[in-house]
């Protein structure tokens, strides 16, 4: 069956440190992968996704590359900041993309 | 424009009674999906609908049901609701039916006496 497996948190780091949050997935077929933040008294909201094998998504700094080989969608950011504290899920929609999936999600606190 | 709004935004129900949850989809989006939040946990996947019609499910009991209005605004339905129904229930709205970029609402918290 499909799944997402996320790193456990929570993680803290200092202010421009770099981040990387590990995710791996096992999916039948050909799934999207995503990434979705959702800072503190805030929804869900997509932070990055990736449509197909060796696509590099990319927002506001962070990036994950979907690795077949590996099937895996780390998230990186090289320097973050205060405003980067949130909880990060991790997620897969399946090949007919009518059934998504995500992670425990990663809570990440970044100190000054 | 508007976010995806949902209602209410809390309710508290007794063990064995029945829950609506309401949600309305940004303007123009035709896909609506249910996820349920356990504290501590990420969404799982209840159901998803397209153009009125159950696109997706979940591994959930036949207690939850849901439907879509012409308007594209959506119901989810729990009946017998047992302790363990209490959670965060999450609606999604997206304009196509297949793994584009899903929009939340800020969700319903649940809690089951």
């Known amino acids: 069956g499909n799944s997402v497996t996320q790193m456990e948190g929570p993680v803290t780091l200092s202010e421009e440190a770099f981040l990387t949050i590990n995710c791996t997935y096992t999916?039948?077929?050909?799934?999207?992968l995503f990434w979705y933040v959702q800072y503190p008294g805030e929804g869900l909201q997509l932070l990055l996704k990736?449509?197909?094998?060796?696509d590099k998504g990319s927002n506001k700094g962070f990036e994950a590359t979907y690795r077949k080989e590996t099937t895996s969608f780390h998230l990186e950011k090289g320097s973050v900041q205060v405003s980067d504290s949130a909880v990060y899920f991790c997620?897969?929609?399946?090949?007919?993309?009518?059934?998504?999936?995500f992670g425990t999600g990663t809570s990440l606190t970044v100190i000054p | 424009d508007a976010g995806v709004t949902q209602s209410p935004t809390h309710l508290i129900k007794t063990r064995g009674q029945h829950v609506t949850l309401r949600c309305s989809p940004i303007?123009?989006?035709?896909?609506v999906s249910w996820y349920q939040q356990v504290l501590g946990q990420g969404p799982q996947f209840i159901f998803q609908?397209?153009?009125?019609?159950?696109?997706g499910r979940g591994n959930f009991p036949d207690r939850f049901s849901a439907r879509q209005f012409p308007n594209y605004s959506s119901e989810l339905n729990v009946n017998a609701l047992l302790l363990g129904d209490s959670a965060l229930y999450l609606c999604?709205?997206?304009?196509?039916?297949?793994?584009?970029?899903?929009?939340f609402g800020p969700g319903t918290r649940l809690t089951v006496t």
């Open positions: 999604a709205s997206s304009l196509g039916s297949t793994g584009g970029e899903q929009y």
């Open positions: 999916a039948t077929g050909y799934p999207s």
């Open positions: 990736a449509t197909k094998a060796d």
């Open positions: 997620a897969l929609s399946d090949g007919s993309g009518n059934q998504f999936y």
């Open positions: 303007s123009g989006h035709k896909s």
């Open positions: 609908y397209y153009e009125k019609e159950e696109r």
